[in-house]
């Protein structure tokens, strides 16, 4: 049987915190950066043409500016964009969601992310690289005795045991139950502004 785990870590359980939170904030700012990106790329036209179905001509009750109405606009459109995305099959370049899998086994946490912000290399750094695979050649840096024990440990964890006997699951953004987004539209939106007026309009 094949395995492929591309995307995977183990950390002690004293370290747990530390790495949660450093995944937290690696898929924060990857979401952050994606939103304001494509944020960018919308054009005027219709970011205007949103404005008004929002604030109707000859009104304002907010008294904005320009800039600032520009700015909340466009990452409400991009929000909305990242919801839909979210409720894809196939991930899009807006899907910003990010999630782990998490297992606890002989005092130690084995972590599968799931997600684009992860790539191939990233590595929490009080977190030890625990990808696995046995469709092809293992990794130059580690023995065939590291990587057999590496496979041993991910079949004893998860693979022969039931992948959800004792799997605990993690959503930091899940942006179609608008997990994460009241973060994300903190960092995003100017100070003064709340969350309820970029929310996404499901």
């Not at 910003?96 to 992310?113: P, T």
């Not at 790539?119 to 990587?147: C, H, I, K, S």
């Not at 693979?159 to 006997?165: I, P, Y």
Request: aromatic share 12%.
């Amino acid at each position: 049987m094949s395995t492929k785990i591309y995307t995977a870590w183990r950390c002690r359980a004293k370290a747990f915190d530390r790495v949660l939170a450093e995944l937290h904030s690696h898929a924060e700012n990857y979401a952050v950066g994606v939103v304001k990106e494509q944020a960018g790329r919308l054009f005027q036209k219709d970011v205007n043409r949103e404005i008004r179905t929002i604030i109707k001509p000859g009104t304002d009750p907010w008294g904005w500016s320009q800039l600032r109405k520009d700015k909340v606009t466009r990452v409400r459109m991009v929000l909305e964009n990242c919801v839909e995305a979210s409720r894809q099959p196939q991930r899009t370049f807006t899907d910003i969601d990010a999630s782990l899998n998490v297992w606890y086994d002989r005092g130690w946490f084995y972590i599968i992310g799931y997600g684009e912000c992860w790539g191939f290399d990233y590595n929490p750094v009080a977190a030890e690289d625990y990808r696995y695979w046995n469709n092809t050649d293992r990794p130059d840096d580690l023995t065939p005795r590291q990587w057999r024990a590496r496979g041993a440990a991910w079949n004893r964890v998860c693979l022969d045991t039931g992948w959800n006997a004792r799997r605990m699951t993690h959503a930091i953004i899940e942006a179609k139950s608008e997990t994460g987004l009241a973060e994300l539209a903190a960092r995003l939106l100017p100070k003064g502004v709340c969350y309820g007026f970029a929310m996404p309009r499901n």
